[in-house]
């Protein structure tokens, strides 16, 4: 194919596609309106925290103030002696350990002069009753007299120290480098170069286990990008639970958090997506089974009657501010797409899409926000943080990642859509089925429903955090007629319809 035949947003997208790995951070976008910015300035302008659909900031905001995990510093090391192994003793359990050997000796001309005269002693003796007369060359004393390791002499008694299971038990721990918080997590560098991320959870035991045999299910079926957890002491238990809190540490990849502004390192995200949905799917964990999420409609129906009671809330309120007008002026056009979103959802190819996939059910990220992908320096990405993992539709991560991309962009267009969905279809291809559901995702107003709901159940009492609220649904609102044109162009390209 010739690539100066190609659109001109077709050969953008193309060029970022075929761009080495080396320039992959840079960000060559120059923002819509006014002068050009660099990422700073960019970042200083939207520090505010921006809702996601699941409640928090959204992967696409610049970093917030550093969040420091709870404890200090010992407890992260208290902890870490507590959560590794102690290294494996070399020696036998029931036996007594070899005594070490003696350090070899150079020998010199003297000592091969003293060992003749040593012999000719010995044979004296021996031929003789009488004791051996003195030589007038000195013998070498011998080499120390090897004890046990577990006996030392002091003051002419011997003091048997315990066992030797017991003493590694208790004495010999993984000595521990660094610990740093990064992030409300505890980064740790251990002496043989080993790094882990240590972290608080609210999570349950078994969700635990349910994470770390998944988990370690996928690296044995070749999925090596991701971040496994780490077990504990008898290398059972993926969890610590010390003081009444519980802890889990999981490897610590290398790389950068992922630029979403960016159409290679987006394409790289639905990449190794694809290849995590690939590769776990048919999974049976044992034991515990997580709460599947195909139960799309009803989860997108409670959404929208939530809209539905809040619109009656905010037009029976007698005052009304500023987000209660930003709301109502759009409260219309958000039950359109919320009844348009569901009656795609009723399509005869989504709902015989979901019934596949129930019966042959793959795992879902659920959380595929910027921190939680890591770009390697080679160039793929690689996912950690899977504290909300389960069964369900691909399609879920697919729509979060798009969503987040148009976010990180500034804009809705069907250009910024295109790389991961190509990236995505060289990995697995998706179903008309599919094409349909994550058109139906996003079409629903996600992001609306989020800065409504978090408004109004949790009202500012600060007038900063008002203005703040009136700002980010302005930008929202400011993006919906991009949106509705993309959703458009996504329908007629995309689905085929209309």
């Given at each position: 194919?010739?690539?100066?035949?190609?659109?001109?947003?077709?050969?953008?997208?193309?060029?970022?596609?075929?761009?080495?790995?080396?320039?992959?951070?840079?960000?060559?976008?120059?923002?819509?309106?006014?002068?050009?910015?660099?990422?700073?300035?960019?970042?200083?302008?939207?520090?505010?925290?921006?809702?996601?659909?699941?409640?928090?900031?959204?992967?696409?905001?610049?970093?917030?103030?550093?969040?420091?995990?709870?404890?200090?510093?010992?407890?992260?090391?208290?902890?870490?002696?507590?959560?590794?192994?102690?290294?494996?003793?070399?020696?036998?359990?029931?036996?007594?350990?070899?005594?070490?050997?003696?350090?070899?000796?150079?020998?010199?001309?003297?000592?091969?002069?003293?060992?003749?005269?040593?012999?000719?002693?010995?044979?004296?003796?021996?031929?003789?009753?009488?004791?051996?007369?003195?030589?007038?060359?000195?013998?070498?004393?011998?080499?120390?007299?090897?004890?046990?390791?577990?006996?030392?002499?002091?003051?002419?008694?011997?003091?048997?120290?315990?066992?030797?299971?017991?003493?590694?038990?208790?004495?010999?721990y993984e000595r521990i480098r660094s610990v740093e918080s990064v992030h409300g997590i505890?980064?740790?560098?251990?002496?043989?170069?080993?790094?882990?991320?240590?972290?608080?959870?609210?999570?349950?035991?078994?969700?635990?286990?349910?994470?770390?045999?998944?988990?370690?299910?996928?690296?044995?079926?070749?999925?090596?990008?991701?971040?496994?957890?780490?077990?504990?002491?008898?290398?059972?238990?993926?969890?610590?639970?010390?003081?009444?809190?519980?802890?889990?540490?999981?490897?610590?990849?290398?790389?950068?958090?992922?630029?979403?502004?960016?159409?290679?390192?987006?394409?790289?995200?639905?990449?190794?997506?694809?290849?995590?949905?690939?590769?776990?799917?048919?999974?049976?964990?044992?034991?515990?089974?997580?709460?599947?999420?195909?139960?799309?409609?009803?989860?997108?129906?409670?959404?929208?009657?939530?809209?539905?009671?809040?619109?009656?809330?905010?037009?029976?309120?007698?005052?009304?501010?500023?987000?209660?007008?930003?709301?109502?002026?759009?409260?219309?056009?958000?039950?359109?797409?919320?009844?348009?979103?569901?009656?795609?959802?009723?399509?005869?190819?989504?709902?015989?899409?979901?019934?596949?996939?129930?019966?042959?059910?793959?795992?879902?990220?659920?959380?595929?926000?910027?921190?939680?992908?890591?770009?390697?320096?080679?160039?793929?990405?690689?996912?950690?943080?899977?504290?909300?993992?389960?069964?369900?539709?691909?399609?879920?991560?697919?729509?979060?990642?798009?969503?987040?991309?148009?976010?990180?962009?500034?804009?809705?267009?069907?250009?910024?859509?295109?790389?991961?969905?190509?990236?995505?279809?060289?990995?697995?291809?998706?179903?008309?089925?599919?094409?349909?559901?994550?058109?139906?995702?996003?079409?629903?107003?996600?992001?609306?429903?989020?800065?409504?709901?978090?408004?109004?159940?949790?009202?500012?009492?600060?007038?900063?955090?008002?203005?703040?609220?009136?700002?980010?649904?302005?930008?929202?609102?400011?993006?919906?007629?991009?949106?509705?044109?993309?959703?458009?162009?996504?329908?007629?390209?995309?689905?085929?319809?209309?």
């Open positions: 194919m010739d690539k100066q035949s190609l659109p001109p947003w077709l050969r953008q997208v193309w060029h970022e596609l075929t761009t080495p790995p080396a320039v992959l951070h840079q960000n060559r976008r120059s923002p819509r309106h006014g002068t050009p910015r660099n990422d700073q300035s960019r970042d200083n302008e939207r520090a505010e925290t921006v809702a996601r659909d699941d409640g928090e900031e959204s992967p696409t905001d610049p970093p917030t103030a550093a969040q420091r995990p709870p404890g200090s510093t010992k407890t992260a090391e208290r902890l870490t002696r507590k959560y590794f192994v102690p290294r494996p003793s070399k020696l036998p359990t029931k036996t007594k350990p070899r005594p070490r050997k003696a350090a070899k000796r150079t020998f010199r001309s003297t000592d091969s002069a003293r060992m003749r005269t040593d012999r000719s002693v010995i044979q004296t003796a021996q031929s003789s009753s009488a004791p051996a007369p003195q030589s007038t060359t000195p013998v070498p004393a011998r080499a120390h007299t090897l004890r046990s390791a577990f006996t030392e002499e002091k003051g002419g008694h011997a003091l048997r120290a315990p066992d030797s299971a017991a003493a590694q038990a208790t004495a010999y505890w980064r740790i560098v251990t002496n043989d170069g080993r790094v882990i991320a240590l972290k608080e959870t609210r999570l349950a035991p078994e969700r635990i286990r349910f994470m770390a045999d998944a988990l370690d299910e996928l690296h044995r079926r070749g999925f090596a990008h991701i971040a496994r957890i780490v077990r504990t002491r008898q290398g059972k238990d993926p969890y610590l639970i010390d003081q009444g809190r519980t802890y889990y540490a999981s490897e610590w990849l290398p790389g950068h958090c992922v630029q979403y502004g960016s159409t290679k390192q987006l394409g790289a995200a639905a990449r190794t997506l694809a290849r995590f949905h690939e590769k776990s799917c048919d999974y049976e964990p044992s034991g515990y089974q997580p709460p599947h999420a195909f139960h799309v409609f009803e989860q997108l129906l409670n959404r929208k009657q939530t809209l539905d009671q809040l619109q009656k809330q905010v037009e029976e309120k007698s005052s009304k501010d500023s987000f209660d007008e930003l709301c109502l002026s759009f409260f219309p056009r958000a039950a359109i797409h919320s009844t348009e979103s569901l009656s795609l959802l009723k399509l005869p190819d989504v709902e015989t899409h979901l019934k596949q996939s129930l019966n042959h059910p793959g795992l879902c990220h659920l959380d595929v926000t910027r921190r939680n992908v890591i770009m390697h320096p080679a160039g793929h990405a690689q996912l950690i943080d899977f504290d909300l993992m389960t069964f369900a539709p691909r399609a879920l991560d697919l729509s979060h990642l798009i969503r987040r991309g148009m976010q990180a962009h500034g804009t809705w267009t069907s250009e910024i859509a295109i790389a991961p969905l190509i990236s995505y279809n060289r990995v697995r291809p998706l179903t008309q089925g599919e094409y349909l559901l994550l058109e139906a995702l996003l079409t629903f107003p996600h992001r609306f429903w989020r800065l409504a709901q978090n408004h109004y159940t949790n009202p500012p009492s600060k007038p900063d955090d008002l203005h703040q609220h009136v700002t980010q649904m302005e930008d929202t609102l400011t993006l919906e007629q991009e949106r509705a044109t993309f959703l458009q162009t996504f329908s007629r390209q995309v689905t085929r319809r209309g």
